[in-house]
């Protein structure tokens, strides 16, 4: 292949651009349409400039910049950034002309993924297995002799830049690619002459060739055996043409998980990738060894002939192709039946070991979609052809890039990827025009559906990972597939295909439901052996006994009262148990055969499928190592006797396969032909019990006690394994785990790990309202940062004399030796941190300058750098403690039963709180993690004089439409410590009010002022009146009040009150449900209100600001609130409610004119921009909805 080289840095790095044809290859045709739009989006289609500039740049980000040697906006990955006082530079390396440019920040974009679908342009080059070598002279013995090096001789460099520009054509033999960088054997023309560079370097006594393991062939040997580059003979470790040189950003867009937790079904989508990715040299016949490396078992409800091969699967010819120049092998043993199936548009179920794996059903659905005539029917409508159903918005977003991957090769079908919160505003504005495949979830789409009429023209619906979206989502599946249903009964479908696809790794019976009641005829196939006895009603029963029993148990299962012959066979794991097992039943009169290795197994064969008269059992005792090669399937009954491992189990299961249930045929007609399996519980069976237990709760079989008590024990010293591990990040965020067997954290408390660190003692032995400083964003509610003093804050004078100390450029010593868990500097951007080392990568440790994984000790962050930028720390910087804490938001939690945040929430609070304090109440700690509730922006307004809250965190999650309330969290927290003491929830929730600017700065958050509703609050009577959700002992009470002997003996609340006003009235809200026993007083100046509500006691005592009409205000009682309205003496505005300020009185802002909503999602939080009049109660939503505490 032809090659032009861009950029030399030496024989080991250089970069060149390739010609002609081959899998790496893209004409330059493309490359210039590519640079064409781009400049086109980013000079002049795009107007607003900020929503394609990014956020943040940071080394090895993928961007776009301006080039102004090229004139043109180009792909480029950032190296470096340097800051200035008003901007920052960045280096950057071109991707497509190998260039280090410099840009100015106002010349960065983000870039969009369609202009990402190219391969770099410039490809990373090195000399095949040449390496280089130095003189290296030894001045004691007098000698000099050639060696290894790690680096190449500056004139090995020039001699191989020489040779270079002295060539009139150069070619390149690619023989492996490795970490991004291509191998090549680079072939010139000197003067009519071919010249092997490797060779000439190795010859010049530059360079050596470096020989294969095992191999002692020259590089000429070597080059004799290749062929021309094709894609048919690329050797080891050729990497997918669509992912070679493309960002990580693009090739797994896969968001970090909370620091640990549970698997996700991106696993699948890898896997796919990695079979697209494999070497075809590998498996020269791809299609048996698929078929071979999956357990060979399919149950399947109706016959098909599998496509074993890519050349005779059933899809359309650019696809093929396509697959091919991928080195994509063939479809494995589950696609090879599923292919074939959905291709014919059946309705189609399958359940598999890789169902979560979206490679099942995307080819065949594709070529379905390229037949455009079988859509004639439904042109004259709109909506999508298909609709892909994914249980969470992460696997949706996977499937969305697997079928971007391959729309190229396909017709222009426009796949969306919708994932909508619960701000209606956002669904109504999705534009569906010309989108023919949507992927999404079922609560997006009955969001989407609200708005948009989806099921017009809609043929194909595709489940996938079905079981977790009837676990999840049962009710809006089934609700959708009702709509389908009705949708496509109409006779204008008659000659349109329509088919649902459901596609899973487990059965269960919603999974039959869908079956009979929403496709016709299914295809239903099932690789999995324990799901296809779940699918074939196989009957399970466990039966306790203790180990010295067995024999007497087994007899007594041994009832033959059936009239049909009973074919039972009894499964045992050593050949003296089966010999014992058939002395025992000889001994009992019981016939029997036995099989192990040792047995004639034709004989026995011949036996078992004998024809017997009605009633006569046939019972085989047989070892697990002869079931195989028996090959029995029309087994009745499977017994048990040794306790089986979770594979051997299925295995065991195999011989009942004729007589499982089919569930599309009535099951009165096969009653009698019921599969029974016997598990026999003794003491021993304790090292496959769980698997067995999980499969049995899967199965929805009886389990008895026994089991239960046996296995408990189990899971608990399975929990006690992992208590060195860190506590499950999804139980500190959330407050649950879903799956504690699969999590490999800790789920208990270990008091030595969870001593609270880094968290100052008088914040532990007085909590309340502190700062904080979130300096790493993990999620939208989980945290790094600081606790910052506000009287002497520590850190920040170290900050200051690290930075006075390494100003001298004496100090800056570079460490020589790294230690892992020691502590040094690093200056990263203008700024020094200290820093720990975590860990030392072992397979560079040998280099002069090595890859080391550091943590950042006062921000909680971590990264990987070289060990040469390591600085030296003096002792006395390293005596203050880390500074680093984790803060959790308590009470939110993403919607639709997510276990991670969408990346769009996490962004959104990054953008808004990295870096800045806030004011929050720390409400529970453990080791390093602070759960805090509330957490709030606090803006002083210094020329009013006051504090005004600008935002509260938990709101502004709310407020985005992808988070709901939470009101489990801080309970399954005190559930979690059990006897640990945990910060009363109530405590939690103080009203977050506008202070004057006279009172301490430090009391803006005033630990007095405590609501359970999440509003901000007008100021009220007395700065000391106390109003927890306690006794109100300041609350003036009314001389009937005084009267009244049950006010003495209950707890007496103050209520939440809103009121909003027009030019006559004053609407005032108090916020009690369930009302009883009330009395609502009026006087020309004063409101008096009270009442019961289940066993608390409210009194209100409003002195109004103005005077009212007392005898035409009313009271209403209402469900879940009681409205008053006040006549107003004189009409006009009010600029306040009451004369003195209350923290549980606010304005109503749903009612409120002036409000401007600042949050960027449609239902933000809002704030206030009030005249001076009003300026005295100014105050700010703080959240969208609360609750109230009960005491």
Same mark, same amino acid.
């Given at each position: 292949?032809?090659?032009?080289?861009?950029?030399?840095?030496?024989?080991?790095?250089?970069?060149?651009?390739?010609?002609?044809?081959?899998?790496?290859?893209?004409?330059?045709?493309?490359?210039?349409?590519?640079?064409?739009?781009?400049?086109?989006?980013?000079?002049?289609?795009?107007?607003?400039?900020?929503?394609?500039?990014?956020?943040?740049?940071?080394?090895?980000?993928?961007?776009?910049?301006?080039?102004?040697?090229?004139?043109?906006?180009?792909?480029?990955?950032?190296?470096?950034?340097?800051?200035?006082?008003?901007?920052?530079?960045?280096?950057?390396?071109?991707?497509?002309?190998?260039?280090?440019?410099?840009?100015?920040?106002?010349?960065?974009?983000?870039?969009?993924?369609?202009?990402?679908?190219?391969?770099?342009?410039?490809?990373?080059?090195?000399?095949?297995?040449?390496?280089?070598?130095?003189?290296?002279?030894?001045?004691?013995?007098?000698?000099?002799?050639?060696?290894?090096? +790690?680096?190449?001789?500056?004139?090995?460099?020039?001699?191989?830049?020489?040779?270079?520009?002295?060539?009139?054509?150069?070619?390149?033999?690619?023989?492996?690619?490795?970490?991004?960088?291509?191998?090549?054997?680079?072939?010139? &023309?000197?003067?009519?002459?071919?010249?092997?560079?490797?060779?000439?370097?190795?010859?010049?006594?530059?360079?050596?060739?470096?020989?294969?393991?095992?191999?002692?062939?020259?590089?000429?040997?070597?080059?004799?055996?290749?062929?021309?580059?094709?894609?048919?003979?690329?050797?080891?470790?050729?990497?997918?043409?669509?992912?070679?040189?493309?960002?990580?950003?693009?090739?797994?867009?896969?968001?970090?998980?909370?620091?640990?937790?549970?698997?996700?079904?991106?696993?699948?989508?890898?896997?796919?990738?990695?079979?697209?990715?494999?070497?075809?040299?590998?498996?020269?016949?791809?299609?048996?060894?698929?078929?071979?490396?999956?357990?060979?078992?399919?149950?399947?409800?109706?016959?098909?002939?599998?496509?074993?091969?890519?050349?005779?699967?059933?899809?359309?010819?650019?696809?093929?192709?396509?697959?091919?120049?991928?080195?994509?092998?063939?479809?494995?043993?589950?696609?090879?039946?599923?292919?074939?199936?959905?291709?014919?548009?059946?309705?189609?179920?399958?359940?598999?070991?890789?169902?979560?794996?979206?490679?099942?059903?995307?080819?065949?659905?594709?070529?379905?979609?390229?037949?455009?005539?079988?859509?004639?029917?439904?042109?004259?409508?709109?909506?999508?052809?298909?609709?892909?159903?994914?249980?969470?918005?992460?696997?949706?977003?996977?499937?969305?890039?697997?079928?971007?991957?391959?729309?190229?090769?396909?017709?222009?079908?426009?796949? &969306?990827?919708?994932?909508?919160?619960?701000?209606?505003?956002?669904?109504?504005?999705?534009?569906?025009?010309?989108?023919?495949?949507?992927?999404?979830?079922?609560?997006?789409?009955?969001?989407?559906?609200?708005?948009?009429?989806?099921?017009?023209?809609?043929?194909?619906?595709?489940?996938?990972?079905?079981?977790?979206?009837?676990?999840?989502?049962?009710?809006?599946?089934?609700?959708?597939?009702?709509?389908?249903?009705?949708?496509?009964?109409?006779?204008?479908?008659?000659?349109?295909?329509?088919?649902?696809?459901?596609?899973?790794?487990?059965?269960?019976?919603?999974?039959?439901?869908?079956?009979?009641?929403?496709?016709?005829?299914?295809?239903?196939?099932?690789?999995?052996?324990?799901?296809?006895?779940?699918?074939?009603?196989?009957?399970?029963?466990?039966?306790?006994?203790?180990?010295?029993?067995?024999?007497?148990?087994?007899?007594?299962?041994?009832?033959?009262?059936?009239?049909?012959?009973?074919?039972?066979?009894?499964? @045992?794991?050593?050949?003296?148990?089966?010999?014992?097992?058939?002395?025992?039943? +000889?001994?009992?009169?019981?016939?029997?055969?036995?099989?192990?290795?040792?047995?004639?197994?034709?004989?026995?064969?011949?036996?078992?499928? +004998?024809?017997?008269?009605?009633?006569?059992?046939?019972?085989?005792?047989?070892?697990?190592?002869?079931?195989?090669?028996?090959?029995?399937?029309?087994?009745?009954?499977?017994?048990?006797?040794?306790?089986?491992?979770?594979?051997?189990?299925?295995?065991?299961?195999?011989?009942?396969?004729?007589?499982?249930?089919?569930?599309?045929?009535?099951?009165?007609?096969?009653?009698?032909?019921?599969?029974?399996?016997?598990?026999?519980?003794?003491?021993?069976?304790?090292?496959?019990?769980?698997?067995?237990?999980?499969?049995?709760?899967?199965?929805?079989?009886?389990?008895?006690?026994?089991?239960?008590?046996?296995?408990?024990?189990?899971?608990?010293?399975?929990?006690?394994?992992?208590?060195?591990?860190?506590?499950?990040?999804?139980?500190?965020?959330?407050?649950?785990?879903?799956?504690?067997?699969?999590?490999?954290?800790?789920?208990?408390?270990?008091?030595? &790990?969870?001593?609270?660190?880094?968290?100052?003692?008088?914040?532990?032995?007085?909590?309340?309202?502190?700062?904080?400083?979130?300096?790493?964003?993990?999620?939208?509610?989980?945290?790094?940062?600081?606790?910052?003093?506000?009287?002497?804050?520590?850190?920040?004078?170290?900050?200051?004399?690290?930075?006075?100390?390494?100003?001298?450029?004496?100090?800056?010593?570079?460490?020589?030796?790294?230690?892992?868990?020691?502590?040094?500097?690093?200056?990263?951007?203008?700024?020094?941190?200290?820093?720990?080392?975590?860990?030392?990568?072992? +397979?560079?440790?040998?280099?002069?300058?090595?890859?080391?994984?550091?943590?950042?000790?006062?921000?909680?962050?971590?990264?990987?750098?070289?060990?040469?930028?390591?600085?030296?720390?003096?002792?006395?910087?390293?005596?203050?403690?880390?500074?680093?804490?984790?803060?959790?938001?308590?009470?939110?939690?993403?919607?639709?039963?997510?276990?991670?945040?969408?990346?769009?929430?996490?962004?959104?609070?990054?953008?808004?709180?990295?870096?800045?304090?806030?004011?929050?109440?720390?409400?529970?700690?453990?080791?390093?993690?602070?759960?805090?509730?509330?957490?709030?922006?606090?803006?002083?307004?210094?020329?009013?004089?006051?504090?005004?809250?600008?935002?509260?965190?938990?709101?502004?999650?709310?407020?985005?439409?992808?988070?709901?309330?939470?009101?489990?969290?801080?309970?399954?927290?005190?559930?979690?410590?059990?006897?640990?003491?945990?910060?009363?929830?109530?405590?939690?929730?103080?009203?977050?009010?506008?202070?004057?600017?006279?009172?301490?700065?430090?009391?803006?958050?005033?630990?007095?002022?405590?609501?359970?509703?999440?509003?901000?609050?007008?100021?009220?009577?007395?700065?000391?009146?106390?109003?927890? @959700?306690?006794?109100?002992?300041?609350?003036?009470?009314?001389?009937?009040?005084?009267?009244?002997?049950?006010?003495?003996?209950?707890?007496?609340?103050?209520?939440?009150?809103?009121?909003?006003?027009?030019?006559?009235?004053?609407?005032?809200?108090?916020?009690?449900?369930?009302?009883?026993?009330?009395?609502?007083?009026?006087?020309?100046?004063?409101?008096?209100?009270?009442?019961?509500?289940?066993?608390?006691?409210?009194?209100?005592?409003?002195?109004?600001?103005?005077?009212?009409?007392?005898?035409?205000?009313?009271?209403?009682?209402?469900?879940?609130?009681?409205?008053?309205?006040?006549?107003?003496?004189?009409?006009?505005?009010?600029?306040?409610?009451?004369?003195?300020?209350?923290?549980?009185?606010?304005?109503?802002?749903?009612?409120?004119?002036?409000?401007?909503?600042?949050?960027?999602?449609?239902?933000? @939080?809002?704030?206030?921009?009030?005249?001076?009049?009003?300026?005295?109660?100014?105050?700010?939503?703080?959240?969208?909805?609360?609750?109230?505490?009960?005491?």
């Amino acid at each position: 292949m032809e090659v032009f080289v861009l950029k030399i840095e030496d024989p080991g790095c250089f970069w060149v651009t390739m010609k002609g044809c081959g899998p790496f290859v893209v004409d330059e045709v493309a490359y210039k349409k590519l640079n064409d739009e781009m400049n086109q989006f980013y000079d002049k289609s795009y107007k607003d400039v900020d929503e394609v500039k990014p956020v943040t740049v940071e080394e090895g980000q993928v961007c776009v910049v301006f080039s102004e040697e090229l004139k043109c906006w180009c792909r480029a990955v950032i190296k470096s950034v340097m800051y200035c006082t008003d901007q920052y530079q960045a280096e950057c390396f071109l991707v497509d002309y190998a260039k280090y440019i410099f840009v100015k920040s106002k010349d960065i974009r983000v870039p969009l993924e369609a202009f990402m679908q190219l391969p770099y342009r410039a490809k990373k080059c090195r000399l095949y297995r040449t390496r280089p070598v130095t003189l290296r002279i030894d001045l004691c013995e007098e000698t000099a002799k050639i060696v290894p090096a +790690k680096r190449w001789d500056s004139a090995a460099t020039w001699y191989f830049q020489n040779l270079l520009k002295a060539t009139t054509h150069m070619k390149a033999k690619l023989c492996a690619v490795e970490d991004n960088t291509f191998d090549v054997f680079l072939y010139v &023309m000197i003067k009519d002459e071919k010249v092997c560079v490797n060779d000439d370097l190795v010859s010049k006594n530059f360079a050596r060739f470096e020989e294969a393991e095992g191999s002692t062939r020259s590089s000429t040997d070597y080059q004799e055996n290749q062929t021309s580059l094709n894609a048919e003979s690329l050797p080891v470790k050729i990497v997918s043409p669509t992912l070679a040189f493309r960002p990580v950003l693009f090739q797994e867009k896969i968001p970090t998980d909370l620091g640990t937790g549970l698997a996700v079904s991106s696993s699948s989508v890898e896997g796919t990738r990695q079979r697209l990715s494999a070497d075809p040299h590998e498996n020269s016949a791809p299609s048996s060894q698929n078929l071979s490396e999956e357990r060979n078992f399919i149950f399947l409800s109706n016959k098909i002939e599998p496509s074993s091969s890519l050349e005779t699967a059933p899809l359309f010819h650019e696809l093929k192709k396509e697959l091919a120049r991928k080195k994509f092998l063939g479809p494995n043993f589950t696609e090879s039946y599923c292919w074939p199936s959905v291709a014919r548009g059946c309705d189609v179920v399958a359940v598999s070991y890789q169902g979560n794996d979206p490679f099942i059903y995307i080819p065949p659905l594709l070529t379905l979609l390229q037949l455009e005539s079988c859509y004639k029917a439904l042109t004259n409508k709109s909506g999508p052809l298909a609709l892909i159903l994914c249980p969470g918005w992460k696997k949706a977003q996977l499937v969305f890039e697997l079928l971007k991957t391959y729309e190229r090769c396909c017709r222009q079908f426009h796949p &969306m990827l919708i994932i909508l919160g619960q701000n209606k505003a956002a669904a109504s504005s999705v534009k569906i025009q010309g989108c023919e495949v949507i992927v999404t979830t079922p609560y997006s789409f009955l969001r989407l559906f609200e708005h948009h009429n989806l099921f017009c023209r809609l043929c194909h619906l595709v489940l996938d990972e079905m079981e977790v979206l009837f676990s999840d989502a049962a009710e809006q599946v089934f609700t959708i597939l009702d709509y389908y249903k009705k949708a496509t009964v109409s006779e204008e479908w008659e000659y349109s295909p329509h088919h649902i696809i459901g596609v899973g790794t487990h059965w269960n019976k919603h999974i039959a439901h869908l079956t009979k009641e929403f496709m016709n005829d299914p295809y239903i196939m099932i690789t999995a052996m324990e799901e296809a006895s779940i699918y074939g009603n196989v009957q399970q029963v466990v039966q306790p006994c203790v180990n010295s029993e067995r024999i007497a148990v087994l007899l007594k299962i041994l009832d033959f009262t059936h009239s049909n012959p009973q074919k039972v066979l009894v499964f @045992t794991n050593s050949v003296n148990e089966a010999d014992v097992i058939h002395e025992a039943l +000889k001994s009992n009169s019981i016939f029997s055969l036995k099989i192990h290795k040792e047995s004639n197994s034709k004989c026995i064969l011949e036996q078992w499928t +004998k024809k017997y008269s009605s009633g006569t059992p046939v019972l085989l005792v047989s070892t697990d190592d002869c079931m195989q090669s028996l090959g029995i399937t029309d087994a009745t009954c499977v017994i048990h006797f040794s306790f089986p491992s979770p594979r051997i189990f299925g295995q065991r299961l195999h011989s009942m396969s004729d007589n499982f249930c089919n569930v599309s045929k009535s099951l009165m007609d096969q009653e009698h032909t019921k599969a029974r399996s016997v598990i026999l519980l003794t003491e021993n069976s304790d090292c496959h019990a769980l698997g067995i237990l999980r499969f049995l709760q899967h199965a929805e079989a009886e389990i008895p006690p026994e089991l239960h008590d046996f296995t408990a024990k189990m899971l608990e010293a399975e929990e006690d394994k992992k208590f060195s591990r860190p506590l499950c990040a999804y139980l500190k965020t959330f407050g649950i785990c879903k799956n504690r067997a699969a999590c490999p954290d800790r789920h208990q408390i270990n008091m030595q &790990m969870d001593i609270p660190q880094n968290i100052p003692d008088k914040i532990l032995q007085a909590p309340g309202y502190v700062t904080i400083l979130p300096l790493h964003i993990v999620s939208a509610t989980n945290y790094f940062g600081r606790i910052v003093d506000k009287q002497k804050d520590q850190y920040t004078i170290l900050a200051e004399e690290i930075k006075e100390y390494f100003k001298n450029p004496s100090n800056k010593i570079s460490v020589k030796k790294v230690k892992a868990l020691a502590f040094y500097g690093l200056y990263e951007k203008r700024l020094f941190h200290r820093v720990q080392v975590v860990e030392i990568y072992p +397979k560079e440790e040998e280099n002069l300058f090595f890859s080391v994984k550091i943590k950042y000790i006062d921000e909680g962050r971590t990264n990987q750098v070289q060990s040469c930028q390591l600085l030296h720390l003096p002792a006395r910087f390293q005596c203050l403690p880390p500074q680093a804490v984790e803060f959790i938001v308590c009470r939110v939690k993403p919607i639709d039963k997510e276990i991670e945040w969408n990346p769009e929430v996490t962004h959104y609070i990054h953008h808004k709180i990295k870096g800045k304090p806030h004011e929050a109440k720390i409400v529970h700690t453990l080791g390093n993690t602070a759960w805090v509730d509330q957490m709030v922006r606090v803006t002083r307004l210094s020329e009013l004089k006051i504090t005004a809250n600008e935002y509260n965190v938990r709101s502004e999650i709310l407020s985005t439409g992808l988070g709901i309330d939470n009101p489990e969290h801080i309970m399954q927290l005190q559930k979690l410590c059990g006897h640990l003491k945990v910060l009363d929830h109530t405590e939690s929730l103080e009203s977050l009010s506008i202070k004057e600017d006279t009172a301490d700065p430090e009391n803006v958050f005033n630990a007095q002022s405590v609501s359970t509703q999440e509003n901000s609050t007008e100021n009220c009577n007395s700065s000391n009146i106390t109003f927890r @959700t306690h006794p109100c002992d300041g609350v003036p009470q009314t001389k009937e009040a005084e009267e009244d002997t049950t006010f003495h003996h209950q707890q007496c609340f103050h209520p939440q009150i809103k009121w909003f006003q027009n030019e006559e009235t004053v609407t005032v809200k108090v916020e009690i449900a369930s009302v009883a026993d009330h009395k609502c007083e009026f006087s020309k100046e004063k409101v008096v209100f009270s009442a019961c509500s289940g066993d608390k006691f409210y009194l209100a005592d409003m002195e109004l600001h103005q005077y009212i009409l007392a005898e035409k205000s009313t009271c209403v009682i209402k469900d879940k609130e009681v409205v008053i309205i006040l006549v107003k003496e004189q009409k006009g505005s009010w600029c306040k409610l009451l004369k003195n300020k209350n923290n549980h009185v606010s304005l109503d802002f749903e009612h409120w004119e002036d409000c401007e909503d600042d949050s960027p999602f449609p239902a933000g @939080t809002k704030k206030l921009y009030c005249t001076g009049a009003v300026s005295e109660d100014l105050v700010d939503s703080s959240e969208v909805s609360g609750t109230e505490s009960d005491d």
